[in-house]
């Protein structure tokens, strides 16, 4: 070991390069936070990429409702009913939406189902009838294929599972205390039997 009086820095130009790094890091984000808008890293866009709530024409419009009902398990395609609203919608009642470019009908629809505002998005409270149908029927026919058969084996194992885990991380644990005991007879030891 290297006593502290003898001890150097031994890569100054890796030094200089790092300091360099934050230095860069630290400039393009006071730069990012005086030139640009933080808010749209977390603001939901529209189906026309629209921010909700930050654009100007959305500035009154802050949440972001999604049309569940009737989107089946299509996931890619389901921000396309999109659309930014000044209030979450509750059941059967009309949104109060700005319209957008990419929407077919150029209405607000009527919500199916009860939502409320979790982080700028209108979140389902009960899911729709047909969105609730769907999943029951692809949960069923992944169980019966071999994706379900494997997701049943782990299901089933479980505490088996968690019990193989913890039983490890206390062996690693007491292998660590027997090795800052005994490092050097230990290491020979493994060195020997491996």
């Known amino acids: 070991m290297v006593p502290a009086d003898a001890r150097s820095c031994t890569d100054f130009f890796?030094?200089?390069v790092f300091f360099a790094a934050v230095g860069t890091m630290?400039?393009?984000g006071i730069d990012g936070l005086m030139n640009g808008n933080p808010n749209k890293l977390f603001a939901p866009l529209d189906a026309a990429n629209n921010f909700c709530g930050i654009d100007e024409e959305f500035a009154d419009y802050p949440f972001l409702w999604v049309k569940l009902s009737g989107a089946g398990l299509d996931i890619k395609g389901i921000f396309?009913?999109?659309v930014c609203v000044k209030t979450?919608?509750?059941?059967?009642?009309v949104t109060d939406c700005k319209i957008n470019a990419a929407l077919e009908s150029q209405e607000c629809q009527t919500s199916k189902y009860p939502t409320k505002e979790a982080f700028g998005f209108c979140m389902p409270t009960d899911a729709p009838e047909d969105m609730i149908k769907n999943i029951k029927m692809l949960k069923e026919s992944l169980m019966k294929g071999k994706s379900g058969a494997i997701i049943q084996d782990i299901i089933s194992s479980e505490k088996t599972i968690v019990l193989s885990i913890l039983s490890a991380f206390f062996v690693s644990l007491a292998?660590?205390?027997l090795m800052s005991a005994a490092a050097e007879c230990i290491a020979w030891v493994s060195i020997v039997l491996l």
């Open 80 to 82: 396309d009913t999109g």
């Open 175 to 177: 292998f660590i205390q």
């Open 14 to 16: 890796c030094l200089l």
């Open 26 to 28: 630290c400039f393009f």
């Open 88 to 93: 979450c919608p509750q059941k059967d009642e």
